[in-house]
């Protein structure tokens, strides 16, 4: 089972809690049942389908649910979706009650503030363009509830700084979300109209059509993933010294990208360097790579030009973005004695310099098969020596900040020595030049 911090936990019960308490008034309403298991089998049905093939969420029936039912009993709706979907990974209890508890009050936010607001009438009579006040407000609160709640997921188990948990959030979910609010609302008044339910289900057909071309996207991005992967094996199988060791750089990398307060796409573009840095390898030959002892002069020249290949292996893909630069520029050094170009201070990609430090100290932190790694505290107080000279001060100052916070988890990365056996000494330029 994934390792939960016990603060995360806390949060979903107490969220959770907090929307039990929402359904507690449910005895006190006017409660058309029929309407809710109608509305909680449709979610069902339509969570399903779209988090199986598109992994995100579908709310026009479930803000339909908040402008056509009372509060508590539209807080009911999202629970069959929650005990019948798949949930990949564990822990599948807390996991399960969160997709509950989070659409619950979301969906009694909304309800709340539409039938305040006189939309339940509106809605009866489809009084045009009265109708669009109270819902409009139904699902900016929807949409608040959500990010608010969301936010606290990423500061209690994400480790999000509090002060950027939040940050943006908003901004990004109110479009999708006013889109499936507007269904939502066609929806509510199609079925109170004299053509009832099965008229308000055609409505579900233009956001199909909008699931379709979220699909297009989808199935993009995974041939990008599927791109890195088979870059990133084929450098591993031919390297095994660096075997794990592109992943966690891309870790690191994304530690640091959000702890300088770059945005969600920046950071996805420094997690993307980080794991394609050494991709130039792959134009290396092999014999150097593995080689045990001293590299000679001609050796490390010949080494010295992974950067080179890398980006040009990578020049035509269009989604790397920046990444490209880092790829080329990672072992250029802030005071201009790095390669390949000797550039020096701002000269140097941003990307670069983060994904330097990056590798740095996950090469210092890794375990080989002829060292061992060298604890977490030893390797940064290194980088911190090196700031200035070799390293970007703000980049090695992100990551401190960082790793004190989140920690850290070094890995093996080649074979590593028996239990009771001495790993055998580096040998002399090897580290630097594996790198």
Known sequence: MEAVPARARGYVAAVALLAALCVLRLPATHTPWWVVALLAALYAVCEYVVRRRFGAGFYPVLLAGAFLLPPPAAALVPLPAALLTFVEHPPVLLRRLWRVAQPSLAAWGAAQVHWALGGRDAIVTADFPRV?????AGVLAFCLVLTLLDGGILATAVGVPARRAWRGLFCRSLAPVAVHGLAGLMMAVLWRSPYGPVAALLVLLPM?????????????????QATIRALVQAVDIKDGYTRGHSERVGRAS???????GMDDERVEVLRFAGILHDVGKLGVPTRLLRKDGPLTPEERRI???????????????SFLGEARA???????????????YGLAGDRIPESARVVAVADAFDAMTSTRSYSRGRPVEVALTELERCAG??????????????LRRCGWHPAVTADEPAPGVPAPAPAAGRTEARR
Do not use: K
């Open 254 to 260: 994304v530690l640091i990208a959000r702890e300088l």
């Open 303 to 317: 080494i010295e030009l992974h950067p080179e290949y890398g980006h040009e292996m990578v020049r035509g893909i």
């Open 208 to 224: 199909g059509v909008s699931g379709w071309v979220f699909a297009q996207y989808h199935r993009e991005r995974a041939a990008h």
């Open 132 to 136: 669009l006040v109270p819902a409009g």
């Open 389 to 402: 000279a070799q390293f970007d001060p703000r980049m090695v100052t992100a990551l401190v900040r960082a």
């Open 326 to 340: 880092a790829i080329l520029h990672h072992h250029e050094r802030l005071d201009g004695s790095g390669y390949p």
